[in-house]
């Protein structure tokens, strides 16, 4: 079955920039899309379609994606900005949606 | 205000089945799919599905094939997910999300809404 690979962990002073990447085998054709999720809560959209942003995300998050690695970029990251995050996206076919494993985010 | 609100936790034993509701207020009901995604207790999210609220037509992860149900009533604007044959791996929040779409496409991948999500705990 399909895998997206994350690491387990990112940890940046705030004010540092922070970079998730996500690896996985159909991302040259495939769009990636990111989610923050903060603990209790459900998450939310902060990257779609690989490099666009949802209206109300803070301009400090920014994506990328270049052969099989997609990154999401905080620059200038804050306190709040700790939660774990998640890639998500879609094998070949189209058919089989998968998230990441997920990454936990510390700034301090 | 757009909003998924969900039915409440529910404690299942091995074997049982439970059936979650997710109900939509604010917005066009008919207009978007509604997807299932769950959580078992400090891991990853896991698509189980989706539905078309409109037609009722329905498409469910392979993980989850024979196993789940999705449906909706459309007078009272609720989607439904029922899964059966529970075990302890199910134990997981169950979260019905809505798919965005724009005046001209729709994303599989963007979910712009979230309900509060319910806790299934299976145990006996």
């Known amino acids: 079955s399909y895998e997206l690979t994350q690491p387990p962990s990112v940890s940046v002073s705030p004010g540092q920039t922070a970079r998730i990447t996500c690896s996985g085998d159909a991302l040259p054709k495939k769009f990636a899309y990111w989610y923050q999720q903060k603990s209790g809560q459900a998450p939310m959209l902060v990257i779609y379609d690989d490099i666009k942003r949802p209206s109300g995300i803070p301009e400090r998050f920014s994506g990328s994606s270049s052969g099989t690695v997609a990154t999401l970029t905080i620059s200038g990251a804050q306190v709040e900005d700790e939660a774990h995050y998640y890639c998500?996206?879609?094998?070949?076919?189209?058919?089989?949606?998968?998230f990441g494993g997920g990454t936990q985010l510390t700034v301090l | 205000q757009e909003q998924l609100v969900q039915s409440g936790a529910e404690v299942k034993t091995p074997g049982a089945s439970v059936k979650v509701s997710c109900k939509a207020s604010g917005f066009s009901f008919t207009s978007n799919y509604i997807h299932w995604v769950r959580q078992a207790p400090a891991q990853g999210l896991e698509r189980m599905g989706l539905?078309?609220?409109?037609?009722?037509?329905?498409t469910y992860d392979q993980k989850f094939q024979g196993r789940v149900a999705m449906t909706r009533d459309t007078s009272t604007s609720t989607l439904y997910m029922e899964l059966s044959s529970l075990r302890s791996e199910d134990t997981a929040i169950y979260y019905c999300a809505r798919a965005h779409c724009t005046s001209t496409s729709c994303y599989e991948g963007y979910y712009d809404l979230w309900g509060q999500g319910a806790l299934v705990t299976v145990s006996s």
């Open positions: 998500y996206s879609t094998d070949i076919s189209g058919n089989h949606w998968v």
């Open positions: 539905i078309n609220p409109d037609t009722g037509s329905t």
